[in-house]
């Protein structure tokens, strides 16, 4: 068994290319919750649905949000009544939305996306990192902002100084997973807002450093391969490159996989963390994801 750490873009890209490779059914996904909040009355917890998505096959792989193929007529109709949304949401993607807003009435989120992943026959555990609501303020050169109005509204243009988030406790069982894990992956997601929300949850970082753990960098030749992840770790003042997320890794890490374009770092990381692997981690298409999961997943396959 397997246990995967994920946010909503890069990881999931790499979980298309292990799924390929290992067995679905022995997979676990904890999934980042501080991003999740109410949009257009309906509960948006996006990197949980990008990876339900994923898994059932369903995934926007150009976008990394929604469904393919999906149509637009409910967002559209609601911008012409003057009631724009700040996420553009699918029609098909708003229906597992309402799906899991109703089933939050009488259970919580886990229990709510274990009904989801099963009603899409998804044989892969996924595991929201807590059931508690969290919330993240990045505070920028023009004022406070929540996050997704600096993500969608701002387009991550302003300059960032600060980026805090809730402390909620991990849901059931984030522990336990971890614990009896063969291997845990954590993946090329953003380790500010994706990944360090879910390590510094209480007891994990313990479990980590009782476990295999492999992370691929986010980050490659200096910047961030998707999304605002360099930015945030050089407002935090972590070095925006492979050897910045090594350092922020290093307390539990036993093997790092970089990309080619970091070979020059390689010795300073091996400082940090002593097994370091370099190959190609920038993932174009399912070749290249497929031959990345087997790097990852090394002797198990």
Partial sequence: ????????????????????????????????????????????AADIDTVLYTLSDKINDETWYGIKDDTFITNEKLKTLGCSELLRIGDQDRATKIQ??????????SVAVDIQRRKMR?????????????KITVRT????????????????????FSVDYTKVNPAPK????????????????????????ITTLEGVEKALQNSYVVAISPIIGGSAVSGPAGKFMKALNHEVSSLGVASLYS??????????????????????????????????????KRMLAKVVLGEII
């Fill in 1 to 44: 068994m397997i246990t995967i750490l994920s946010g909503g873009t890069g990881t999931p890209k790499l979980i298309q290319g292990i799924k390929e490779v290992y067995d679905p059914s022995k997979m676990n996904i904890i999934v980042n919750t501080v991003e999740n909040d109410y949009f257009s009355g309906v509960y948006v």
């Fill in 100 to 109: 899991k807003t109703t089933l939050m009435k009488n259970h919580s989120l």
């Fill in 122 to 134: 998804i044989r892969s555990k996924i595991l929201p990192m807590s059931d508690e609501h969290s």
């Fill in 141 to 160: 050169d023009i004022g406070e902002l929540e996050f997704h109005d600096f993500l969608i509204k701002h387009q991550t243009k302003p300059e960032v």
């Fill in 174 to 197: 984030i522990v336990e997973t971890i614990q009896n894990s063969e291997i845990v992956i954590i993946g090329p997601s953003n380790p500010i807002t994706s990944i360090l929300p």
């Fill in 251 to 288: 307390g539990f890490l036993d093997k790092f996989i970089i990309d080619e374009k970091d070979e020059n770092l390689k010795k300073e990381i091996e400082k940090l963390i002593k097994d370091v692997i370099i190959t190609k981690t920038n993932m174009k298409n399912i070749h290249d």
